[in-house]
Every structure is written in structure tokens, then in C-alpha cells.
């Protein structure tokens, strides 16, 4: 059974960093596109962050410049550094990979608010 498992959301003030880690049990996750999704309440998923499995990345606008997704297939888990935090980034973000199939993590919690 394949199993995405996200970690490190947290209640952080406006301006402070978080990284999210998600952990795969998934033998094709060095050649899935692996990506970062939320959820913020009253609106529909959306993407904030890929990386296909040659490294080619894809970040929502209102990201960049903050955020990097970064990938270890030594250890099948996807990263996601935010930093300069923002209200709006408040939300719950979701694990996605893709190869074939799809699969979605259970989601984990980041509220920025002071």
C-alpha cells in the first residue's frame, strides 16, 4: 500500500520559515514528478511547487523567490523550504506524486498569523 507521509506544519508568525517534509513508501518515486499542493479554507487545491524527476521545477508565482522544493530519492522524501512566511500562505498543504499513477498524502497544517 503506498503511503505519503507529510510533516512540519506549525502555527509560525508573518516573516518566519517552515520546512515541510513528506516521506514516501513508493518504489517509482525517483522517476515521479513530486510536488507541494494547498489548500487554504474556501478555496481549491492548488499548486505551489514541482520537480519532475530530472530536476525540471515549477512554482506558483506567488512563491517564488520564497519557497524551494528540493527532493533526496536516497530517501524517498520531497522537501519544501518556505520562508518570509505570509498570511495567505496559510493553508493545508498536501504531497503528490506522480509516475503512472497518482497519489496524495494526507496533508498537514500551516497557519502564519501573529
Known amino acids: 500500500q503506498v503511503q505519503l507521509v507529510e510533516s512540519g506544519g506549525d502555527l509560525v508568525q508573518p516573516g518566519g520559515s517552515l520546512r515541510l517534509s513528506c516521506v514516501a513508501s513508493?518504489?517509482?518515486?525517483?522517476?515521479?514528478?513530486v510536488g507541494w499542493y494547498r489548500q487554504a479554507p474556501g478555496k481549491q487545491r492548488e499548486l505551489v511547487a514541482s520537480m519532475t524527476r530530472d530536476g525540471t521545477l515549477n512554482y506558483a508565482a506567488s512563491v517564488k523567490g520564497r519557497f524551494t522544493i528540493s527532493r533526496d530519492n536516497g530517501k524517498n522524501t520531497v522537501y519544501l523550504q518556505m520562508n518570509s512566511l505570509k498570511p495567505d500562505d496559510t493553508g493545508v498543504y498536501y504531497c503528490?506524486?506522480?509516475?503512472?499513477?497518482?497519489?496524495w498524502g494526507q496533508g498537514t497544517q500551516v497557519t502564519v498569523s501573529s
Open positions: 513508493l518504489n517509482s518515486f525517483s522517476i515521479s514528478t
Open positions: 503528490n506524486t506522480k509516475w503512472v499513477k497518482e497519489y
